[in-house]
Nanobody, 115 residues
Framework: QVQIVESGGGLVQPGGSLRLACAAPIFIFRFYVMGWYRQAPGEQRELVASISSGEHTNYADSVKGRFTISRDNAKNTIYLQMNNLKPEDTAAYYC?????????WGQGTQVTVSS
């Protein structure tokens, strides 16, 4: 069983910031494009940011300019720095390879943006 562990979520006011972290097994981390996904209640899961092994990044239009994905190869960890958070960013956040593999979904980390 592949274990991907997300952390860093929480409750934050609109305009605030959070940094999420995702630790993945080395055989996934080193060779695949990694991505952060989110799923709000009643919505489909969506890819919000991705990063390749060569650190090429892509972002959903809804988070461009506010979110930054990065990776630490020494720690097999990817991060999602989220700034200027909005209530519509409220969701459970997950990381996985791109495209998402069913066996790799972790528990996720909840982000709630509310005043």
């Amino acid at each position: 069983q592949v274990q991907i562990v997300e952390s860093g979520g929480g409750l934050v006011q609109p305009g605030g910031s959070l940094r999420l972290a995702c630790a993945a097994p080395i055989f996934i981390f080193r060779f695949y494009v990694m991505g952060w996904y989110r799923q709000a209640p009643g919505e489909q899961r969506e890819l919000v940011a991705s990063i390749s092994s060569g650190e090429h990044t892509n972002y959903a239009d809804s988070v461009k300019g506010r979110f930054t994905i990065s990776r630490d190869n020494a720690k097999n960890t990817i991060y999602l720095q989220m700034n200027n958070l909005k209530p519509e960013d409220t969701a459970a956040y997950y990381c996985n390879v791109v495209p998402g593999q069913p066996d790799y979904w972790g528990q996720g980390t909840q982000v709630t943006v509310s005043s």
